[in-house]
């Protein structure tokens, strides 16, 4: 069964129509990159998935549980979407890290409230210790993205490469089933991109459920092992990536394609 | 030799009344500006735009002017007298119109520096499954007090001096004080009211240059 379905998602903002009926599904284990012409509404999606926006039709399943279904507001309620978010995690394409903690506390912040809430009527000895839990796995994740000897650094002290690793540590700490990149390397200069992309690399071996977000085609067709190809709110195309890079079968895609191949 | 220490007492003990009413000011204005900064920040429009045209008239208007409405107005109108007879009733009357005219004040500065902080430092508190009080007071609540400080001491500067207007009323505060000395034909009175606020305004431009350094260690 499939991990996440998306089925037959619309979203408008006033009279734009952004979304025009999507609908995908992807395996655990399996990471999904969406490529498409800007404005086309990757972003939109990506936020839809992460109920930063609400989509006005459609259906969103994690693990064949319906997550999120426009005609049925139980599934709406404020409470619950704070639970249900965290089924995702989200890596922005501008970091946003909290300026005013440390890289270690970044990754740890959340995961810290979130225990605060679950123990709350327990005695301090176990939060304490439950602190220590989160501390040690999050250095043992920033240990993976490279940035060991970072922990105690501030954002503005690391580079635009060096942030958007702690954005991922930061993402992977909560768990999520699936985690979202919207263009992760877009905001860097083009000599940081690679060791952000070696570390999604690097999640994709070890099998993470990822949706990625990106305009670097060879990275997608190398990494992904299903690609979705978007334009004006609606999927063109999708298959595996050797099809699709090498085998397009719509026009609109051919041509998306061809311009990048000669731009990059 | 006497007369000048009798002078430079009663001086600071007239100074005293400018204190009480800038601390007094504060510890109300500063809360009462953030609720109104919230009311003026709503999406319930009435709200807004009620808290907005209220802001808007205080802000319009001289402290002055305020001062007298609030002190006379509800005698004038026939509701009787809640500001108690006396030095405490003019002084609870000036008090009341420097809580509402200075978070006015603050309101705009809060709203400023809270639409200041970036919409993705929200979404990404949101996308990790905080709460919306925890994004409130873990998240943006830092970067917005290091944001307005600048803003919000030159109005607390700015609230030191302003004390001195609670004299239209009568309250009988320093530079009323040193006033009346000038009557008898002393003006050095005056100058040391100036020396009192001062060193009061050197104490707080040293309290808040040092709050900026603290919160320096960071970039937002
Ligand atoms: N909050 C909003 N209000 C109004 N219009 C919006 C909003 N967010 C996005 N849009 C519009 O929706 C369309 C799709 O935007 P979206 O950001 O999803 O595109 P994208 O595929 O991510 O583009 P890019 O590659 O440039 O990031 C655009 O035309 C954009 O102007
Ligand atoms: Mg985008």
Known sequence: MAILEVENIYKNFGETQVLKGISFSLEQGQALAIIGASGSGKTTLLRCLNFLERPDKGIIRVNGDVLFDAQDPSTQLEKEIRKKRLNFGLVFQSFHLFPQYTVLKNVTLASELLTKEQLKHQGRAALRAA?????????????????????????????????????IARALALHPKILCFDEPTSALDPELTGEVLRVIRGLAEKKTTMVIVTHEMAFARDVADHVIFMDDGVIVEEGRPEDLFSNPKEERTRQFLSRYSSSN | ?????????????????????????????????????????????????????????????????????????????????????????????????????????????????????????????????????QIFFKVTLLQVVKRILPAMSNEIITLVKDTSLARIISNKEIIMMAHEYTAKGLIWPLFFTGVFFLVFVGALTLLFNALEKKLDYFRC
């Not at chain 2, 007492?9 to 800038?22: D, K, P, S, T, V």
Request: aromatic share 12%.
């Open chain 1, 131 to 167: 602190y220590q839990d989160i501390e040690e796995q999050a250095r043992m994740l920033l240990d993976q993205m490279g940035l060991l000897d970072k922990v105690n650094a501030y954002p503005h002290q690391l580079s635009g490469g060096q942030q958007q690793r702690v954005a």
């Open chain 2, 1 to 133: 030799m006497s007369n000048f220490s009798t002078i430079m007492a009663r001086l600071l003990e007239a100074f005293r009344l400018n204190g009480q009413l800038f601390i007094l000011t504060l510890v109300f204005a500063l809360p009462l500006g953030l609720i109104i900064a919230f009311g003026s920040m709503s999406r319930w429009k009435p709200l807004s735009l009620l808290t907005r045209t209220v802001v808007w008239i205080i802000r319009g208007t001289p402290l002055m002017l305020q001062i007298i409405v609030i002190f006379f107005a509800p005698g004038l109108l026939g509701w009787g007298s809640p500001w108690g007879a006396g030095a405490s009733g003019r002084f609870s009357a000036a008090t009341v119109a420097f809580v509402i005219n200075y978070a006015c004040y603050f309101s705009e500065i809060y709203r400023g520096g809270i639409q200041g902080v970036p919409k993705g430092q929200t979404e990404a508190g949101q996308v990790l499954g905080m709460t919306k009080s």
